[in-house]
């Protein structure tokens, strides 16, 4: 399943909606111009992961993360290292 195709399945009662990784990409990715010192990356890092906390597309987000394993970033309330962790041992189809 392509991160596109979860993607067409974002609706809450019929409406469309988008993660909230989407409102703010900076917040779950890093900072593009700078390189962020540990405490930054550690807060900015809780702070994403309140937002995935409520996100509507959560579920699909967690799916897309466990097949592709990203290895940077925020997603699904996760790390990279998180994902790591949860990925080991599980094998997940796409």
């Not at 909606?17 to 990715?29: I, K, N, R, S």
């Not at 967690?62 to 998180?82: E, F, I």
Request: charged share 25%; glycine share 6%.
């Amino acid at each position: 399943m392509s991160l596109t195709d979860i993607e067409a399945t974002w609706h809450v009662d019929g409406d469309a909606v988008a993660p909230e990784c989407a409102y703010d990409p900076e917040l779950h990715t890093g900072p593009r111009d700078r390189i962020e010192t540990a405490e930054e990356r550690a807060a900015r890092e809780a702070v994403a992961r309140e937002v995935c906390e409520d996100c509507p597309a959560r579920l699909f987000c967690t799916t897309y993360t466990l097949a592709v394993r990203p290895t940077s970033g925020v997603w699904a309330g996760m790390t990279a290292a998180d994902i790591a962790g949860e990925s080991a041992g599980l094998r997940v189809v796409a």
